[in-house]
């Protein structure tokens, strides 16, 4: 088999997770080799992500190099994949996920209760700006977009207080150190997939596949396929408030979801348990369990 040509984005932090895939699949004996692609997510880090697209805005032109043949296999952030993928496609593998949390970088090293009233905090993500505004309604939240060091820079030539981003991407840049505060999954849950990295091929490439199931991690693939559905029976795309977050013991599977409105004022979090030989009827189950008490409506207000 010839090296298997992974299609990564050109940050920094989508290299080492591209890589770390790579030597996964050389140590299971297989050759590999990136590719860089550029996204539209990549070339505009100034508007919003609903402006340029929403949903799948890091992730379309991946699956375009795919479908065109030109890569084997798509390297993606899980917590970035849309629940509908490019037709002939499917999810094969996911590596060992990395922490799951919210991470707060602040100025001064402030803590989030710490942070004086009025402080400014960016984020991109709703779901953060929603859980934020519930937690520290006195906090003026403003867009920030931008890689991780882009994100920093801006923090720290004085334009923000804090800023939040996932604790896994600062561990795997090797920036840990610099964060003020790890957020409890109680305070912040996190959005479905977070921390994981997932790999997409195309369904009629069976040699791919195959290899990619040889570095598959069975229960990180569980915990997302469930957090994955459960935005799927919810309607929500990525880039909605909504926090999710599996958990597998044994055989079992709970699952834990946040629904929150734009404002952090009104929220649903509901927890159910399942199997987990069928993660996507757990999340599907707990999905429909919210839309009948109220999620719908919270949905509703932020798509208007």
């Given at each position: 088999?010839?090296?298997?040509?992974?299609?990564?984005?050109?940050?920094?932090?989508?290299?080492?997770?591209?890589?770390?895939?790579?030597?996964?699949?050389?140590?299971?004996?297989?050759?590999?080799?990136?590719?860089?692609?550029?996204?539209?997510?990549?070339?505009?880090?100034?508007?919003?992500?609903?402006?340029?697209?929403?949903?799948?805005?890091?992730?379309?032109?991946?699956?375009?190099?795919?479908?065109?043949?030109?890569?084997?296999?798509?390297?993606?952030?899980?917590?970035?994949?849309?629940?509908?993928?490019?037709?002939?496609?499917?999810?094969?593998?996911?590596?060992?996920?990395?922490?799951?949390?919210?991470?707060?970088?602040?100025?001064?090293?402030?803590?989030?209760?710490?942070?004086?009233?009025?402080?400014?905090?960016?984020?991109?993500?709703?779901?953060?700006?929603?859980?934020?505004?519930?937690?520290?309604?006195?906090?003026k939240i403003a867009e920030l977009r931008g890689n991780v060091d882009t994100r920093l820079g801006k923090l720290h030539d004085g334009g923000y207080d804090a800023i939040v981003l996932a604790a896994a991407g600062m561990t795997r840049l090797?920036?840990?150190?610099?964060?003020?505060?790890?957020?409890?999954?109680?305070?912040?849950?996190?959005?479905?997939?977070?921390?994981?990295?997932?790999?997409?091929?195309?369904?009629?490439?069976?040699?791919?596949?195959?290899?990619?199931?040889s570095i598959n991690h069975e229960s990180t693939e569980v915990a997302v396929r469930a957090e994955r559905a459960l935005l799927e029976a919810l309607g929500a795309g990525c880039t909605l408030p909504v926090g999710a977050l599996a958990h597998?013991?044994?055989?079992?599977?709970?699952?834990?979801?946040?629904?929150?409105?734009?404002?952090?004022?009104?929220?649903?979090?509901?927890?159910?348990?399942?199997?987990?030989?069928?993660?996507?009827?757990?999340?599907?189950?707990?999905?429909?369990?919210?839309?009948?008490?109220?999620?719908?409506?919270?949905?509703?207000?932020?798509?208007?």
């Open positions: 088999m010839s090296a298997i040509r992974l299609g990564t984005r050109g940050s920094e932090l989508a290299r080492i997770q591209a890589n770390e895939t790579a030597d996964a699949l050389r140590a299971q004996g297989l050759e590999a080799e990136l590719v860089i692609i550029t996204t539209t997510g990549d070339r505009d880090q100034q508007s919003s992500l609903l402006t340029i697209g929403g949903q799948g805005v890091f992730v379309h032109e991946l699956e375009s190099a795919l479908s065109e043949k030109r890569i084997d296999i798509a390297v993606h952030s899980a917590k970035d994949v849309p629940t509908e993928l490019a037709s002939g496609t499917r999810l094969c593998a996911f590596l060992p996920r990395a922490d799951v949390r919210d991470a707060l970088i602040s100025r001064h090293g402030e803590r989030l209760e710490d942070l004086a009233e009025g402080a400014t905090v960016g984020s991109s993500s709703r779901r953060r700006i929603a859980q934020l505004k519930a937690l520290r309604p006195d906090l090797g920036r840990g150190a610099e964060v003020s505060e790890f957020l409890t999954i109680e305070r912040m849950l996190p959005a479905p997939g977070q921390g994981a990295i997932v790999l997409q091929a195309r369904a009629d490439d069976p040699s791919t596949v195959a290899a990619a199931a597998r013991s044994a055989d079992a599977l709970t699952l834990l979801a946040r629904v929150l409105d734009d404002a952090g004022e009104r929220s649903l979090t509901r927890q159910r348990r399942g199997d987990a030989a069928d993660p996507e009827g757990l999340g599907h189950a707990l999905g429909e369990e919210l839309m009948m008490q109220g999620a719908a409506e919270l949905l509703q207000e932020v798509l208007a």
